[in-house]
């Protein structure tokens, strides 16, 4: 079947139309260009003294994409006499320069999320923000929240406190070049090599991170593999996609952003606050059903523990085709939401990360929940009373929760485009599949190499999630973001 679209078409402005059809507005209103023009004339002093303590002298270094400028948040460790080690985590301090229902604010309030849809970003907040005032820039004095906690040889958080601090960046580090360093496969970034020091830094925030991640598998947390897929661009033209995998500098990021998560967490039990949580799966019999087909039994009632045995013997059997077993098992468990979380009220946990107390508090240039915790924790820290009522909680909670889903699926639109240009001179080749989604909707698959997922237009019938297939791609439709596999 021929290719019924342009090879060409604007993704750029494709994609501005694809946020507007699910509910974003990524211009900014005049409003917002006044606020920041006061802020220009005005920024906010970036002094320590009284609650804001001055911790600019500490080795701090960020770790994100290769290309990130929105600089959320730093880390700094320190080996204390027991053998414990204190991990600080610096985020970036937005609501100084947000005040609550300001222009700026209201925008994010609507917006509640950056969208990055493979092509272009959306901030959520203005660029002048997010990837200048209040990202945690090298070299730049910045205000924080910070976050410290000691973990032990266990990987128990044995104690944690929460403070206001002056901080300045002094390594800006990039995952993929970080985590094959730390993992021995290459030589150390050259920011690296140039300090002894830094590299001592960097080893304990790595054995610490393991062990974090250690303690909670133990107690059922799930060992998934989830591959980033991203455009590689060439003169703003899409000529392929890229594999981004996890390794220990993701990781190192991942776990200290979980722990860090929890402090906040229980800092504020004694308030009302937003929880980020993901119930028990429904389709947890579809899960029982996979383990069956690998010769696996697990649980009749959903159980972490048990699930996350099965998927450390399946990466350890089947390395290759880990990540596609993953995407299966996070579809079934189906997505995470924002919920108020009342004090004395029973949480639901996070099911996928085996934890009981977690929020989000670590991205606030870039997610709203992240901001309107901030806010909770300085009012907390100054005695002040709760900024927000229940009732504006949980009406933040849902939209949070629905722009959420609604971020996925422009990031998906999209993907699915930047995908058909990449794979539009392969019409008629053959690919090792997996089934990702079974829904009213069509039988949806992913081929193994690359990464990419296509409806199942012909003999999709008796495929569910889970299943193994050899699929031929049959039809690209770039403008609509159309890849059409048939079952072989």
């Not at 606020?35 to 005005?42: D, I, K, S, Y």
């Not at 910070?146 to 040889?153: G, H, L, M, Q």
């Not at 290459?186 to 250690?214: C, F, I």
């Amino acid at each position: 079947m021929p290719n019924t679209s342009p090879s060409h078409i604007d993704l750029q402005t494709t994609a501005k139309e694809i946020m507007r059809q699910h509910g974003f507005e990524p211009d900014f209103l005049p409003a917002v260009e006044q606020q920041l023009a006061a802020l220009r004339a005005q920024p906010p002093a970036i002094a320590a003294g009284g609650n804001i303590r001055d911790l600019r002298d500490l080795l701090w270094s960020s770790i994100d994409n290769d290309t990130s400028r929105d600089l959320d948040q730093i880390e700094v460790a320190e080996q204390l006499p027991n053998g414990d080690v204190k991990i600080l985590v610096g985020i970036a301090d937005v609501d100084a320069f947000v005040p609550k229902q300001s222009a700026i604010d209201q925008h994010a309030s609507r917006e509640t999320t950056t969208v990055y849809a493979g092509i272009r970003i959306f901030p959520m907040l203005p660029e002048e923000l997010s990837t200048g005032q209040t990202s945690l820039l090298e070299n730049q004095d910045r205000l924080s929240v910070v976050i410290e906690f000691v973990v032990d040889a266990g990987g128990h958080v044995t104690s944690s406190n929460v403070y206001r601090a002056v901080v300045r960046n002094r390594t800006q580090l990039q995952y993929n070049s970080l985590g094959a360093w730390l993992e021995g496969r290459a030589a150390a970034p050259a920011k690296v090599a140039a300090s002894a020091d830094l590299q001592a830094q960097l080893h304990w925030q790595d054995e610490v991170a393991q062990k974090l991640k250690n303690h909670r598998q133990e107690n059922g947390a799930l060992s998934l593999q989830t591959d980033e897929i991203l455009p590689l661009l060439q003169n703003d033209q899409v000529v392929d996609v890229v594999q981004q995998q996890k390794n220990h500098a993701t990781e190192l990021i991942e776990d200290f952003m979980i722990a860090a998560n929890g402090v906040v967490a229980r800092m504020l039990e004694k308030v009302s606050s937003l929880r980020r949580i993901v119930k028990q799966p429904e389709r947890w019999d579809r899960i029982v059903q996979l383990a069956a087909a690998y010769g696996e039994k697990l649980p009749t009632n959903p159980d972490s523990k048990a699930l996350n045995d099965f998927l450390v013997k399946r990466k350890a059997a089947d390395p290759d085709h880990f990540a596609d077993l993953s995407l299966a098992v996070i579809k079934l468990i189906g997505p995470g939401e924002y919920v108020l979380e009342r004090p004395g009220d029973p949480s639901p946990g996070h099911f996928g990360l085996a934890v009981q107390d977690y929020t989000h508090s670590t991205a606030p240039n870039r997610r709203f929940p992240d901001i309107v915790t901030q806010r909770l924790i300085k009012a907390m820290l100054a005695a002040k009373p709760n900024p927000y009522s229940d009732d504006e909680l949980t009406a933040i909670a849902d939209n949070c929760t629905q722009k959420e889903d609604a971020a996925r699926k422009v990031e998906r639109e999209m993907s699915k485009r930047l995908a058909a240009v990449a794979m539009q001179h392969q019409i008629g080749a053959i690919f090792d599949a997996i089934v990702t989604g079974a829904t009213p909707h069509g039988t949806f698959v992913r081929v193994l190499q690359p990464h990419i997922e296509g409806l199942l237009a012909q003999g999709a019938q008796g495929a569910d999630v889970g299943d193994k297939l050899r699929v031929k791609l049959i039809r690209t439709d770039i403008q609509h973001g159309y890849i059409d596999f048939a079952r072989v």
